[in-house]
């Protein structure tokens, strides 16, 4: 028998966007899309993988600023703060990590991996093949999730989000497609 597992996550709404310009935090954009997009923010600065290229430095006003106007569906969860190294040197150690690639590959990166790389680095989360809706639930069963904060979530039940989930397979054909679309 098959299980069907329900991925979610109780978020609070978002009050105060100067709290999340501080700590170490998983951003994922566009939510409830297949595949959604991921990337980490330390103490304000965005960085993620992308079909394009690299994403450095971004500053965590832009990444609201787009969020705001293009009313992009958005979670952030604050990450469990390390016991040894700072965030400074966290931040740091991911951008190295995020310079081994050039930009999400069909079969070869996807948004997720250097973020994989991180967390096998800092927390212990062996880097599997998980797709991100059971990383999530990985980080959340382990308590590396400290609180879930919500931006523009369009299907509000009762402040519980549920992720969509996808195959591998479903994955790649979208990079593929993704892929095919930035070449023209």
Same mark, same amino acid.
């Given at each position: 028998m098959? &299980?069907?597992?329900?991925y979610?996550?109780v978020?609070?709404?978002? =009050?105060?966007? /100067?709290? @999340?310009?501080?700590?170490?935090?998983?951003?994922?954009? #566009?939510a409830?899309?297949? *595949? *959604? #997009?991921v !990337?980490?923010m330390?103490?304000?600065?965005?960085?993620?993988l992308? %079909?394009?290229e690299? =994403?450095?430095?971004?500053?965590a006003e832009?990444?609201?600023?787009?969020?705001?106007?293009?009313k992009? &569906?958005? @979670?952030?969860?604050?990450?469990?703060? #390390? *016991?040894?190294?700072? =965030?400074?040197y966290?931040l !740091?150690?991911?951008?190295q990590?995020?310079?081994?690639?050039? $930009?999400?590959?069909q079969? =070869? $990166?996807?948004?997720?991996? *250097?973020?994989?790389l991180?967390?096998e680095e800092f927390y212990?989360?062996?880097?599997n093949?998980?797709?991100?809706? +059971?990383?999530? +639930?990985? @980080?959340h069963?382990? +308590?590396?999730?400290?609180e879930a904060? !919500?931006?523009?979530?369009? +299907?509000?039940k009762e402040n %519980?989000?549920?992720?969509?989930t996808?195959?591998?397979e /479903? @994955?790649? &054909?979208?990079?593929?497609?993704?892929q /095919?679309?930035?070449?023209?």
């Amino acid at each position: 028998m098959i &299980e069907n597992k329900i991925y979610s996550l109780v978020y609070s709404e978002n =009050e105060n966007a /100067e709290a @999340l310009k501080k700590n170490a935090w998983l951003v994922i954009l #566009h939510a409830s899309r297949i *595949p *959604p #997009h991921v !990337g980490v923010m330390i103490n304000g600065n965005y960085n993620s993988l992308t %079909i394009k290229e690299r =994403e450095l430095n971004v500053s965590a006003e832009a990444v609201l600023k787009t969020i705001s106007q293009k009313k992009i &569906e958005a @979670l952030f969860l604050k990450l469990a703060k #390390h *016991p040894v190294f700072s =965030e400074d040197y966290q931040l !740091g150690v991911f951008q190295q990590q995020l310079n081994q690639f050039t $930009a999400v590959k069909q079969n =070869e $990166a996807t948004c997720l991996t *250097p973020i994989k790389l991180f967390f096998e680095e800092f927390y212990a989360i062996k880097n599997n093949e998980q797709l991100l809706f +059971d990383f999530v +639930d990985t @980080l959340h069963n382990n +308590d590396y999730i400290s609180e879930a904060v !919500g931006i523009n979530i369009k +299907d509000k039940k009762e402040n %519980i989000f549920t992720f969509a989930t996808y195959t591998n397979e /479903e @994955l790649q &054909e979208r990079i593929k497609q993704e892929q /095919e679309i930035n070449k023209k």
